[in-house]
T-cell receptor, first 111, second 109 residues
Framework: DGGITQSPKYLFRKEGQNVTLSCEQNLNHDAMYWYRQDPGQGLRLIYYSQIVNDFQKGDIAEGYSVSREKKESFPLTVTSAQKNPTAFYLC??????????FGDGTRLSIL | EDQVTQSPEALRLQEGESSSLNCSYTVSGLRGLFWYRQDPGKGPEFLFTLYSAGEEKEKERLKATLTKKESFLHITAPKPEDSATYLCAVNTGFQKLVFGTGTRLLVSP
């Protein structure tokens, strides 16, 4: 079945450590997105990419980095510069003009 | 600034008790309004897209409507399996979505 796979489901970060969240899609979608979800807040856009080798900052990009070397993959690195990384991270993808479809998220916590 | 406000924050219904969820928005240019359902620990699941005032979409017990300032998600005769958080989002351009904070719906048997 086609879909979006996020891994791992749970991730723990130590102080000063960078961690990378994986997002893979087999829907042949051009655009991919990363969101952060915190309790009581709406999803907030971190980064998005409309085409391979190109990406743009969203509303809360500070402390995060991404790459888009393949159409299927859009990994997110949470760097040590992100001082409040504990959240539920969601990856999405879409075709132009179509709704975004989401993976089942990665929950990141601080050790 | 583009903004989406959902109400109520939480709603408790008895099975079969119909109700509506509200999504009001202020955007510079609406390029689609989306409704999603999210279960605990899962990603949002797409329900509907609405593009213009007066448009309606239906799926099983759910019906979404759109005016120039707000959208409603009507739930008719809900069942316990309809319990979830319902999210509203607007497309403000370049497929960028602005989300509301959601309505947590609990349907009791």
């Amino acid at each position: 079945d086609g879909g979006i796979t996020q891994s791992p489901k749970y991730l723990f970060r130590k102080e000063g450590q960078n961690v990378t969240l994986s997002c893979e899609q087999n829907l042949n979608h051009d655009a991919m997105y990363w969101y952060r979800q915190d309790p009581g807040q709406g999803l907030r856009l971190i980064y998005y990419s409309q085409i391979v080798n190109d990406f743009q900052k969203g509303d809360i990009a500070e402390g995060y980095s991404v790459s888009r070397e393949k159409k299927e993959s859009f990994p997110l690195t949470v760097t040590s510069a992100q001082k409040n990384p504990t959240a539920f991270y969601l990856c999405a993808s879409s075709r132009e003009g179509q709704p975004q479809h989401f993976g089942d998220g990665t929950r990141l916590s601080i050790l | 600034e583009d903004q989406v406000t959902q109400s109520p924050e939480a709603l408790r219904l008895q099975e079969g008790e119909s109700s509506s969820l509200n999504c009001s928005y202020t955007v510079s240019g609406l390029r689609g309004l989306f409704w999603y359902r999210q279960d605990p620990g899962k990603g949002p699941e797409f329900l509907f897209t609405l593009y213009s005032a007066g448009e309606e979409k239906e799926k099983e017990r759910l019906k979404a409507t759109l005016t120039k300032k707000e959208s409603f998600l009507h739930i008719t005769a809900p069942k316990p399996e309809d319990s979830a958080t319902y999210l509203c989002a607007v497309n403000t351009g370049f497929q960028k979505l602005v989300f509301g904070t959601g309505t947590r719906l609990l349907v009791s048997p």
